[in-house]
């Protein structure tokens, strides 16, 4: 066995990506679906789970609010990591840092924040007349946030909570420290009200690609998720990463790189092909297409499919997730993909690594991207209904331990101590 280990959360469902025959959408809606999921992976020995968001009415796709599933997930699981993202450009530092605090104590410690600053344009009106700032204003707001986060979750000493009947006292006030908070988004002389937490301070995930992001991730984040279709890219996103939260005086094994993959599984490289075909053959090209110009603001209508996308298309591509455009445009360029296959490709990937072979084949790509600098663990995407994962689980993971390089049970209660993190100093 070496001593790291492979980190595996499993990801958002892309329900609605995946207009499969055997696929009920309404999945994204049923809690008890949901639930078993998470159970599945936890008896899976999943890290976490991990739920993107995005406040706003998506081109054909819906989503119930992260934290609220997370917490009854919560309620029917025992280890399992539990992930939401809440934007930090639609909402208030306290208000988040008090709910992920609450859920983190009421779980033993089991809990992380994705802090985004929100990539969709179209959730401004939700929150007010003004637009989606532009990128620079947002990752500003968002650096206050965090500080502002952190500073909360930091105020408490450990036993500043002193439990016993009344009329003994249950705190100890000196030990509460105050937030006061002087920036240029926010003001504010905060005290908070949930004690320090079990594993010291919950989780902080980040997910910026762009100059910007990566180095906001550098410097607060202990997981950094990413979207990247090939190892070199992913080396050199790992390698540059690092470099950063080294540069910001932090130990870089502290800051883990997890990018995104899609295996597509078949006994055979031929079975494994054909479930891709038969996954593509489902996808309603129209309603793909207007969804990549929601999420990315790649507009392919009118173009011929068959031909590659011009430069000036992707010049044009939206300017707020334009990291995700970045990483699909290389891609497109790199495999000489026609417009269509690039709509394909997001429909099912978006821009995460699609690993399409035999099980052995996902276990050892897996296998070269964790031992050769491209990352330090997965978001796991599920491609379709349930019988993927039990193919994953089944077939996948049984190799991974057999590498050495995943977990035969788990070994701590905490999301930190799934992650091999240390608890933070105060
Ligand atoms: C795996 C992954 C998950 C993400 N989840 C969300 C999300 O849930 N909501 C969101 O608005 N943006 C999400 N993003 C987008 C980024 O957090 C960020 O908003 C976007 O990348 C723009 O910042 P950038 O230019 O620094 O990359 C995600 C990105 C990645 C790689």
């Known amino acids: 066995m070496t001593d790291r280990q492979l980190v595996l959360n499993l990801f958002s469902p892309p329900f609605e990506a ?25 008896r899976a ?78 959730v401004a009106p939700n929150f007010g007349p003004t637009a989606h700032p532009e990128h620079a204003l947002r990752y500003e707001r968002g650096e206050e946030y965090i500080e502002i986060v952190k500073a909360l979750w930091d105020s408490w000493e450990p036993d500043a909570f002193v439990a016993g009947p009344w009329p003994t006292a249950t705190l100890d006030h000196g030990k509460i420290h105050p937030v006061p908070f002087r920036g240029k988004h926010f003001q504010l002389d905060a ?19 762009s100059d910007t992001g990566r180095d906001q991730g550098a410097r607060h984040a202990d997981a950094i998720f990413t979207a990247q279709p090939t190892i070199e890219a992913a080396r050199e996103f790992y390698q540059d990463f690092k470099r ?3 540069g910001f005086g932090r130990n870089p094994a502290h800051a883990l790189v997890l990018p995104g993959i899609l295996p597509i599984i078949g006994s055979t490289e031929a079975e494994a092909q054909a479930a891709l075909d038969a ?14 110009h929601h999420q990315i603001g790649l507009d392919v209508r009118g173009l011929d499919l068959d031909a590659p996308i011009p430069a000036a298309v992707w010049d044009a591509a939206g300017q707020s997730f334009t990291s995700r455009a970045a990483v699909m445009r290389a891609e497109a360029e790199q495999g000489g993909y ?28 897996i296998e070269l991207w964790f031992r050769t600098g491209a990352a330090d663990g997965f978001n796991y995407r599920i491609p379709g209904g349930r019988e993927p994962l039990e193919q994953f689980i089944n077939h996948v993971l049984p190799l991974l331990q057999g590498k050495g390089i995943f977990r035969k049970e788990y070994t701590a209660r905490t999301l930190r101590g799934h992650y091999g993190l240390p608890v933070p100093p105060r």
């Open 191 to 209: 005290l908070f009200n949930v004690p320090r937490s079990p594993q010291g301070r919950p989780v902080i995930f980040h997910a910026g690609s």
């Open 18 to 42: 995946w207009r499969q025959p055997d696929v009920d959408t309404g999945r994204a809606w049923s809690i008890d679906a949901l639930v078993r999921l998470a159970q599945d992976a936890e």
């Open 244 to 246: 950063r939260v080294a």
């Open 338 to 365: 026609t417009a269509r296959q690039v709509v394909l490709r997001a429909t099912a990937a978006f821009g995460h690594h699609l690993i399409v072979g035999t099980p052995e084949q996902v276990a050892d790509d």
């Open 279 to 292: 996954f593509n053959a489902n996808v309603d090209l129209d309603q793909a297409i207007v969804r990549l």
């Open 45 to 122: 020995l999943f890290d976490a789970i991990f739920l993107a968001d995005s406040p706003s009415l998506g081109e054909g796709y819906t989503t119930p609010e992260p934290f609220t599933v997370l917490s009854v997930i919560a309620a029917h699981t025992t280890y399992l990591g539990l992930a939401p993202t809440i934007l930090t450009t639609y909402s208030e530092p306290y208000n988040t840092a008090r709910k992920i605090a609450t859920l983190d104590q009421l779980t033993g410690g089991r809990v992380g924040w994705n802090a985004v600053t929100g990539s969709q344009p179209s």
